[in-house]
Structures are given as structure tokens and as C-alpha cells.
């Protein structure tokens, strides 16, 4: 519990983002009306779930120069927590989607590009389980992250961008920032957003530390 | 022109004013018992990741004996 600041500092920007996102001030527009309140949290899933990503990304890269399969277990385990949160940023959007946009699953280029992105990492997982050789496994699917990282930030991130798209700051939506005139929801996003990696990293450090527990062990029973 | 022009401003300005927000629910104060109940099951997963993250470091030390 020594190096529990950083945990602490999750929660304690989460509980703030809780309080203000709901309580503080937000613009009156149209059609949203106070769901805006939902850029504090379904916004923040997609920061934790990029932030999983490129930490496995890293770590992959890592273990393809050093064969450490302590790497390959800290990159296997950031992808199945960014997994999860990209689900939770797919179901709030679709429910906030819903209620805005009048459709679950409108044919939007930045929905279709995070679902394409999502069966790639998925696929990642599958790939995985595949393969039972362990020096092979953890070779070949730190390959594979390698190239599906730049290809998840361009369906994601850079597609939607240069067409239309429903979603903020891409074919001529403007961004939010520009009916935020005094930053009082930047007050809030980046708080939150940042609560929400270190939780995500906190939840990988755990399942990173359970998953290396039960490969000491089995190293040590062979 | 001038028509067009004013029919925009008018449609502007009534999209800009007539924005319902939930003031009923805030002006009434009851929202503080959504936020507080927020709040509750918040802290107690919070507690609850610690005793996990606490569990962990016990296996760990086990382990290293």
C-alpha cells in the first residue's frame, strides 16, 4: 500500500466528476439538453480504453525485444481490461444514442470503426488462446498488437474524422468545446477522464498481479 | 432575402432560449440524494478494490516464502 497514491488520486477524481458532473453547470442545447452530462463519463471509457491499448502496445513492443513473459502478461492483461471498458463506451453510447440521435446504432463511421476495432482485439484474445506454445504465443500476438494498434487509432480515431460523422469535431459537427465558452466542462472531462485511467490501470495492475501469481506458481509445481 | 434572413435568426434564437433543462428536480433539491447515493456505491466499490489490491499483496508475499 505504499504506492497507493496514484489509486487514491483515481477515486478521489472520479467521486469529483460524480459530484460536478451532475451538480455543476453545464450550456443549454438542444436536443441533448442535461444528457450532455454524459461527455463526463461515456467520453472517459474511450480515454481509459486508449490508454489500455497503447500501454499493451508498449509492452508488446517491449517484450519483442527483451522475451520477458512478464511483458507479454502486463500487454495480454491491458488489452482484456481496455476490452472491457471499450464495451462500456459502446453501451453508453448506444443508450445516449438512443435517446439523441433516435437510433441504438446509427450508420456512423466512428460507431462502425470502434466495433471494427473491438472484433480486432477480440480477435487478439482468440489468437491468444490458439496457440499453446508459450514462447510462440506471446511472439505472435505481440506482432499482431503491433499492427492492429495503428490500425484501431485509424478507424477510431482518423476515419471518422474526414467524413461525416455524428459525433463531435468531425464533417462539420463542432466540437463541444465551443459552446463551453468558460471551460467549466473541461473542469469536469479531464478530472474524470484521468480518474478513469488510473482506475483502468489499477484494474490491469491487479489482474496482471493475479495472472503472474499463477504463472509463478505453475513454474514452480513443474 | 431580408424574410429569409430574419425567419433564421428567429429559428436561432428560439432553439438557443427554449432549452428545457431539469431545473424542477434541482430548484426542488432532491438531486443531492441522487448524487449522495452516487457517491455511496462509489466509495464502497472503491473500499471494495482496495481490500482486492490489499488481498493480492498478502498472496504475493506468501508467495516469495
Known amino acids: 500500500m505504499k504506492h497507493a497514491w496514484w489509486k487514491l488520486l483515481g477515486i478521489l477524481l472520479l467521486l469529483y466528476s460524480i459530484i460536478m458532473g451532475i451538480l455543476g453547470p453545464v450550456p443549454a442545447l438542444p436536443i441533448v439538453h442535461e444528457t450532455i452530462r454524459n461527455v463526463y463519463f461515456h467520453v472517459p471509457m474511450w480515454f481509459a480504453m486508449f490508454t489500455l491499448y497503447s500501454i499493451s502496445v508498449i509492452y508488446s513492443i517491449k517484450y519483442l525485444s527483451t522475451s520477458n513473459p512478464q511483458d507479454d502478461l502486463v500487454a495480454v492483461e491491458s488489452v482484456n481490461v481496455g476490452i472491457v471498458f471499450c464495451i462500456f463506451g459502446l453501451l453508453s453510447g448506444m443508450l445516449w444514442a438512443n435517446f439523441t440521435w433516435g437510433d441504438p446504432w446509427p450508420n456512423d463511421p466512428k460507431l462502425n470503426g470502434s466495433a471494427i476495432a473491438t472484433l480486432m482485439y477480440l480477435a487478439y484474445l482468440v489468437l491468444r488462446n490458439a496457440l499453446e506454445e508459450e514462447q510462440k504465443r506471446a511472439k505472435i500476438s505481440a506482432v499482431y498488437n503491433v499492427f492492429a494498434f495503428p490500425i484501431m487509432i485509424v478507424l477510431m480515431y482518423i476515419l471518422p474524422k474526414t467524413t461525416d460523422s455524428l459525433h463531435p469535431g468531425a464533417g462539420g459537427n463542432s466540437g463541444f468545446g465551443q459552446f463551453d465558452l468558460d471551460g467549466s466542462m473541461k473542469a469536469v472531462l479531464y478530472p474524470a477522464s484521468l480518474g478513469w485511467i488510473l482506475i483502468g490501470i489499477w484494474l490491469m495492475t491487479l489482474r496482471y498481479r493475479i495472472r503472474r501469481l499463477e504463472y509463478k506458481h505453475y513454474a514452480a509445481v513443474e | ?65
Do not use: P, W
Open chain 2, 1 to 65: 432575402m431580408l424574410l429569409v434572413i430574419n425567419g433564421l435568426i428567429c429559428s436561432f434564437a428560439q432553439s438557443n432560449t427554449g432549452v428545457e433543462m431539469a431545473t424542477g428536480l434541482r430548484s426542488s433539491g432532491k438531486i443531492y440524494v441522487v448524487v449522495a447515493v452516487l457517491v455511496v456505491l462509489f466509495l464502497g466499490l472503491a473500499v471494495y478494490l482496495f481490500t482486492i489490491d490489499r488481498k493480492l499483496s498478502r498472496l504475493e508475499k506468501q508467495q516469495k516464502h
